[in-house]
């Protein structure tokens, strides 16, 4: 497999692609309308062509490239069932597994960030996409978008944590520079997982006084949009 970690400096975000060897089909996860010109040069730099661009959820932080990165290269672009984008070419449900080439990332609902939140999990490369679900040593806020911190919990204890302990933990933001984890590492030191339950974890949630992205006035319409501005 082909991979490569992406990062935007401006949001923070990771953006992940993915390739396959034999076919030369690639995938990219989370992509940033900005660094579109990037991407199309790393494309061709690895000989890959992007068959499918899909997100873990609706930003609110950045603008997606899914439009325009089907319009350059007619990729398929795939959403989760929830978040309303009648853009994409299509949407994607808990359990579904998307294939490229010979790569298969088995699509895991994980709301709670927002209720369009998914995950993708590569078992046979021991790789977890976890969105703004879980993040390293944190976890996505849960006070706008439809968010709720009791499904998060509900989420990451049922759908991550349940992972094998030795998969490789990939969030799509960090603030710190902490390229990954894994999800015994999360489970041992995150300190939003040290608690009893979900009310505790809640509680926690609930009092965090973030203020709002700066950019989510903008972001979530045009995310909803495909990246594309309204």
Known sequence: MIFRQLFDYDSWTYSYLLGCERTRYAVLIDSVASNVESYLQLLKELNLTLTLAIDTHT???HITAM???RDKTECTTLVGEQSGAKC??????????LRVGDLD???RYTPGHTDDSYSFYMAEAGMVFSGDTLLIRGSGRTDFQSGDARIQY???????????GETVLYPSHDYRGWAQSTIAEELAHNPRLQVVDAEAYAQIMDNL??????????????NISCGKML
């Open 59 to 61: 930003h609110a932080d």
């Open 67 to 69: 439009g325009i990165l």
């Open 88 to 97: 994409a070419t299509g949407s994607y449900v808990h359990s579904d597994h």
């Open 105 to 107: 990332l088995e699509v």
């Open 154 to 164: 509900s989420s990451i204890t049922e759908q991550l944590l349940s992972l094998p």
């Open 209 to 222: 006084s973030l203020p709002n992205p700066k950019m989510m006035d903008i972001a979530v319409p045009a």
